[in-house]
T-cell receptor
Framework: AQKVTQAQTEISVVEKEDVTLDCVYE???????LFWYKQPPSGELVFLIR??????QNEISGRYSWNFQKSTSSFNFTITASQVVDSAVYFCALSAQKGIQGAQKLVFGQGTRLTINP | GAGVSQSPSNKVTEKGKDVELRCDPISGHTALYWYRQSLGQGLEFLIYFQGNSAPDKSGLPSDRFSAERTGGSVSTLTIQRTQQEDSAVYLC?????????????????FGPGTRLTVT
């Protein structure tokens, strides 16, 4: 079975602070994919990043960075110099490669509500 | 281009009535998914369609739930004899994945959702 745990239910920081959102996953699959999605107050889920299980390179995109560590089954997300517009619920998700089909259902964590205060 | 669209955006229905929710995926996307987001259960997978393959219905919570996808495009999620616990936001997503190449996965792009309230 697959499971994603986001232990932080809510985080509140002051603008310009750095903040890290934790994600721990469980899977028995050898090939899997990890995702982060953002859900702003408008409600629509916005794709942020995908990582493959065999590629542990960390990634940086502007103020966002992701730290993937297979040894600890973690895929953490850091926002540097946070801004009020970063306020949203962030979801970590996992899917496994099954056969040769591309369609893979996502297993989501419970989400972390991030509030950036001015 | 156009994203995933869903209709209606809001639906209020009485307990026991049937409802139909519609999803129009991104043009050319072969995979279509339904998820449900509720306060108590978070984001849950319901069903997905991939090309002409049999759908994966493993997430449907009961036989009151069904879905179809006509012509490989638009999908309808039907809930019969609605119950109050069916109240949730129903999200549709699509992705371009067909045959998977190792190292490739396909991001799912989500629609705005349909908020269902059963009174």
């Amino acid at each position: 079975a697959q499971k994603v745990t986001q232990a932080q239910t809510e985080i509140s920081v002051v603008e310009k602070e750095d903040v890290t959102l934790d994600c721990v996953y469980e899977t028995r699959d050898t090939t899997y994919y990890l995702f982060w999605y953002k859900q702003p107050p408008s409600g629509e889920l916005v794709f942020l990043i995908r990582r493959n299980s065999f590629d542990e390179q960390n990634e940086i995109s502007g103020r966002y960075s992701w730290n993937f560590q297979k040894s600890t089954s973690s895929f953490n997300f850091t926002i540097t110099a946070s801004q009020v517009v970063d306020s949203a619920v962030y979801f970590c998700a996992l899917s496994a490669q099954k056969g040769i089909q591309g369609a893979q259902k996502l297993v989501f964590g419970q989400g972390t509500r991030l509030t950036i205060n001015p | 281009g156009a994203g995933v669209s869903q209709s209606p955006s809001n639906k209020v229905t009485e307990k026991g009535k049937d409802v139909e929710l519609r999803c129009d995926p991104i043009s050319g996307h072969t995979a279509l998914y339904w998820y449900r987001q509720s306060l108590g259960q978070g984001l849950e997978f319901l069903i997905y369609f991939q090309g002409n393959s049999a759908p994966d219905k493993s997430g449907l919570p009961s036989d009151r739930f069904s879905a179809e996808r006509t012509g490989g495009s638009v999908s309808t999620l039907t809930i019969q004899r609605t119950q109050q616990e069916d109240s949730a936001v129903y999200l549709c997503a699509s992705s371009s994945g067909t045959r998977l190449v190792k190292g490739t996965s396909y991001e799912q792009y989500f629609g705005p959702g349909t908020r269902l309230t059963v009174t």
